[in-house]
């Protein structure tokens, strides 16, 4: 942490579009900052091995050093929380804590499938309006396809704030067996909100987010 201010590293889902934590930055509790990047290397995903959750852990891993941040608090949205985790099981000694909404733990490759089968089939422009092309789309669904964090979660040892609206239903399961697994977690099932609802509800993802951040402050 840089001098007295603790920072938060703010992580999006895929075609989060544009300054997607902006309600967060802005409400972060005072004795915070935050720092929101995209996602490293998701710019070279339509590449084989171009973009892997342990290249963008390293190059965060980086991004705190050229801030000169210590230890961070990384709160993550789907891609962005499985990268946060991937920085949590690599570089435990940088993070503060975590928050992970919508998460995952081995995405179910039937969901996995039928999803990349459906983006095969939209439009290029569909991609555009999230700022990706369809290959770089499907590449870093791969990457989540690919993903198995089952056996790795008991070692992570920062507190842990589980979150999952109750309408993104195909990420509770995860979202209940991180929270069950992770020896410092605590889980949220959100009512009424979907997926992204950082953007869908950013009031009351930013008040979840802040009471945790103020309790860890509390307890030291
Ligand atoms: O939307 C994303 O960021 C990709 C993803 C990971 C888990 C999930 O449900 O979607």
Redesign the pocket.
């Known amino acids: 942490m840089a001098g007295d201010v603790e920072t938060v590293l703010f992580l999006?889902?895929?075609?989060?579009g544009v300054d997607p934590w902006d309600a967060q930055l802005r409400a972060l509790p005072s004795g915070f900052t935050g720092l929101a990047p995209d996602i490293p290397g998701l710019d070279q995903a339509a590449t084989p091995g171009g973009f892997t959750l342990a290249g963008a852990a390293l190059a965060l891993r980086d991004l705190l050093d050229e801030r000169g941040v210590e230890r961070a608090h990384v709160c993550g949205?789907?891609?962005?929380?499985?990268t946060a985790t991937q920085l949590a099981l690599d570089f435990p000694e940088r993070i503060a804590s975590l928050v992970l909404s919508?998460?995952?733990v081995r995405?179910h490759p039937a969901l996995m499938l039928i999803q990349r089968t459906i983006i095969r089939m939209l439009p290029e422009r569909t991609a555009e309006g999230m700022a990706m092309t369809k290959a770089q789309w499907l590449g870093?669904?791969r990457v989540?396809a690919d993903t198995d964090f089952r056996g790795k979660l008991a070692s992570i040892q920062a507190p842990t704030l589980v979150l999952c609206g109750s309408r993104?239903v195909?990420?509770i399961p995860a979202a209940r067996e991180i929270a069950a697994v992770v020896p410092n977690a605590e889980l949220r099932i959100v009512p009424r909100a979907g997926?992204p609802w950082n953007q869908q509800y950013p009031e009351l993802f930013s008040r979840t987010i802040a009471d945790f951040y103020t309790r860890l402050s509390a307890a030291g």
């Open positions: 999006p889902g895929l075609g989060a949205l789907s891609l962005g929380a499985m919508g998460s995952q995405p870093a669904l989540v993104d195909a990420n997926h």
